[in-house]
C-alpha cells in the first residue's frame, strides 16, 4: 500500500480517535520521571509551608497568587530574591483558578513526595482533553480529515508544555471543560441537547483558568457561520452572564495583573494590549500552521523575532489561500478570535489548547486534499510541509517541549549549587547580574532542598540582556527608573552563571 494510501486508511478508520488519544498518551510518558520544575517548588511551599518562608503559605484554592499588590508583601518577595530590586512595589499577578489550585492541593495532600503521581494526574487530565477534542472534531469533519485532525492534535508540539509541566494543568483543566462547553453548545443548536449546559461547563471551564476565554471566541464564529438556528448570537447571552460573573468574582477576590511587563490587562491597557496583539496573534497562529513555535520569542533577541513574525505570516497567508468553503472560513475566524485573549501574555504554545483544535481541521481538510490530489503549485507544497511536519517533526517537537521545562530544572539546579557555602551563610546576597529568571528560583530551590540561604536575597539584573547601570552610588531607589547602558562587550555576561 502506498503512504498516500496507508494515510487515507488511516484517517477513514471509525478508531482513529481513538489512536490519537493513544498516541497522545504515549508521548507524554516520558514526563514521568520530570520531578518538580521551577513554580512546581513555588506552588510545594504555598501548599504545604515551609519554616523559612511561613508568610508565603497560600490558600488551597489560591495557588496562583503570585504578587497580591501589597507593597509589604512584595517588599518581603523582593527581600527574598523571588523579584528583583527594581520592581514596583504595587505590582500585582494573581489569577483565580480556584479549579485547577484545588487539583495540586489534592496531589499535595495525597503524593507529596511522589512528583511521578502528580505527572500521571496531568497525563489524565490529558487524555480528557484529547477525548473531547477528538469529539469536538467529529462534530465538523467526517473520514479521512476527521482522524488526520484528531491526529494532528494529539501529537503537535504545543501540547508538549502543557502536559510535560505539573503548574501548567490549569491550560488543561480548563481546556478540557471548555471545549466540553463548545461541544455541547453545538449539540444544542442541532437540537441535541439543552441549551443551558454549555454555559454552566463554560462557568467551571473560567474556573479553571482564565485560557478558557477562549472559547468565546470559537462561539462566536460558530453563530455566524455554522449555527442552523434563526438570530443565533442570542443564544450566546448565556455565556455573556456567565463571564460578566466570573469577571466580578475574580475581581472581587483581587485576581488581575498590575505593572507587569510580562502580562498586560486589556481592559486597564488597552493601547498595550493592542500593540502586543498585532504581533502576538500572527505568531500564535502560524505556530500551529506550520511556523515554528513561539515559545522562545522572550529569550531571543530582535533578528530572531523578525525572522519568527515572517515565518509566521506566511504560513497564516498559506492558510487564507487554502479557504475554500463556510465551514474552512469558521475554523479560521474561530481560531483568530479564541487567541486574542491568550496576546494579553508573551506567546507561547501553551496558550494554543483551543485555537488548536480549529486549527488542525484547517489543516486536516487541506491535507486530505493534498492526498486526493486536488493541490497543485504552492499549496501543494506547503500542505506537503504540514503533513511531514506534523507526522515526523511533531511527536520529536512534542518530547522536546514536554521536556524542556525539565531541562530549566537541572540548569536551575547548577545554579542554585553554585552559590558558596561561605556566601550562603552571610545574612545578605545581592547579585549584580543572574543567569536569567531561573535567578528568582534559586532561594525557593534552595529552601526546598534544604540548604543555607542568606536572609536577604536580592537581585539587581538578569543574564538575558545587558546590565543596566547606575550613574549613581549607594542605596538603589526602586521607583527610578534605569539608564540604559551602551552595548559593548563589556556589559555581556561571561559565564553561564553569575560570580556570586
Known amino acids: 500500500m502506498s503512504v498516500r494510501g496507508a494515510l487515507q486508511r488511516l484517517g477513514a478508520d471509525p478508531r482513529a480517535s481513538r489512536w490519537a488519544v493513544l498516541a497522545g498518551v504515549a508521548l507524554s510518558l516520558p514526563t514521568l520521571v ?47 530574591g523571588v523579584v528583583a530590586w527594581w520592581t514596583d512595589l504595587d505590582v500585582r499577578v494573581a489569577f483565580v483558578r480556584p479549579l485547577s489550585s484545588l487539583t495540586h492541593a489534592l496531589d499535595h495532600r495525597l503524593f507529596p513526595g511522589a512528583p511521578w503521581a502528580m505527572h500521571l494526574h496531568s497525563i489524565l487530565w490529558f487524555a480528557a482533553l484529547l477525548a473531547v477534542a477528538s469529539a469536538l472534531i467529529a462534530r465538523f469533519l467526517s473520514g479521512t480529515a476527521r482522524g488526520l ?25 480548563a481546556g478540557t471543560l471548555a471545549l466540553g462547553a463548545i461541544l455541547l453548545h453545538d449539540r444544542a443548536s442541532k437540537r441535541e441537547g439543552s441549551a443551558l449546559h454549555g454555559p454552566l ?7 479553571g483558568g ?3 476565554l477562549a472559547a468565546l471566541g470559537v462561539l462566536v464564529a460558530h453563530a455566524w457561520f455554522v449555527d442552523p438556528r434563526p438570530r443565533p448570537l442570542r443564544f450566546l447571552v448565556p455565556y455573556g452572564v456567565v463571564f460578566v460573573g466570573w469577571a466580578v ?30 504581533v502576538h496573534l500572527p505568531l500564535l497562529l502560524g505556530g500551529e500552521l506550520g511556523a515554528p513555535l513561539p515559545d522562545a520569542w522572550p529569550a531571543v533577541g530582535l533578528g530572531p523575532r523578525v525572522a519568527m513574525v515572517v515565518l509566521a505570516c506566511v504560513a497564516l497567508a498559506f492558510a487564507v489561500r487554502a479557504l475554500t468553503d463556510r465551514l474552512d472560513r469558521f475554523f479560521l475566524a474561530a481560531a483568530v478570535l479564541s487567541v486574542l485573549p491568550g496576546c494579553a501574555t508573551f506567546p507561547s504554545g501553551r496558550l494554543l489548547t483551543i485555537p488548536g483544535v480549529m486549527l488542525v481541521c484547517l489543516q486536516a481538510r487541506l491535507v486530505t486534499r493534498l492526498l486526493e490530489g486536488e493541490l497543485r503549485g504552492s499549496l501543494r507544497a506547503w500542505a506537503t510541509w504540514v503533513l511531514g511536519g506534523r507526522l515526523l517533526l511533531g511527536p520529536v517537537l512534542f518530547l522536546v517541549t514536554a521536556m524542556q521545562f525539565a531541562l530549566l530544572e537541572h540548569r536551575l539546579h547548577g545554579l542554585s549549587d553554585s552559590i558558596p557555602d561561605d556566601l550562603a551563610r552571610r545574612p545578605a546576597l545581592y547579585v549584580v547580574n543572574g543567569p536569567g529568571f531561573l535567578t528568582a528560583y534559586a532561594p525557593v530551590h ?15 539584573g538578569i543574564g538575558m540582556h545587558p546590565p543596566d547601570r547606575r550613574a549613581d552610588a549607594g542605596t538603589p531607589d526602586r521607583r527610578r527608573p534605569l539608564r540604559r547602558p551602551a552595548r559593548d562587550a563589556r556589559d555581556r555576561p561571561r ?3 553569575p560570580r556570586w
Not at 475581581?251 to 498595550?272: E, F, I, Q, W
Not at 542568606?454 to 537581585?459: A, S, T
Open 495 to 497: 559565564a553561564a552563571f
Open 201 to 207: 461547563l463554560f462557568a467551571f471551564a473560567l474556573l
Open 249 to 278: 468574582f475574580y475581581r472581587v477576590l483581587g485576581g488581575g495583573v498590575r505593572h507587569s511587563s510580562g502580562y498586560a490587562d486589556p481592559l486597564a491597557n488597552p493601547v498595550r494590549f493592542a500593540r502586543g496583539a498585532v
Open 149 to 173: 485532525a484528531a491526529l494532528f492534535y494529539a501529537v503537535s508540539c504545543a501540547r508538549g508544555v502543557t502536559v510535560g509541566w505539573i503548574a501548567q494543568r490549569n491550560s488543561l483543566v
Open 446 to 460: 534552595r529552601s526546598r532542598a534544604g540548604v543555607p540561604s542568606p536572609r536577604i536575597f536580592g537581585w539587581l
Open 34 to 80: 520530570g520531578g518538580f520544575q521551577v513554580d512546581d517548588h513555588w506552588h510545594a511551599i504555598a501548599l504545604r509551608g515551609h519554616p523559612a518562608w511561613p508568610e508565603f503559605r497560600l490558600r488551597a484554592w489560591d495557588v496562583f497568587r503570585f504578587f497580591d499588590g501589597s507593597p509589604v508583601h512584595n517588599q518581603a518577595l523582593m527581600d527574598r
Open 210 to 212: 482564565e485560557s478558557a
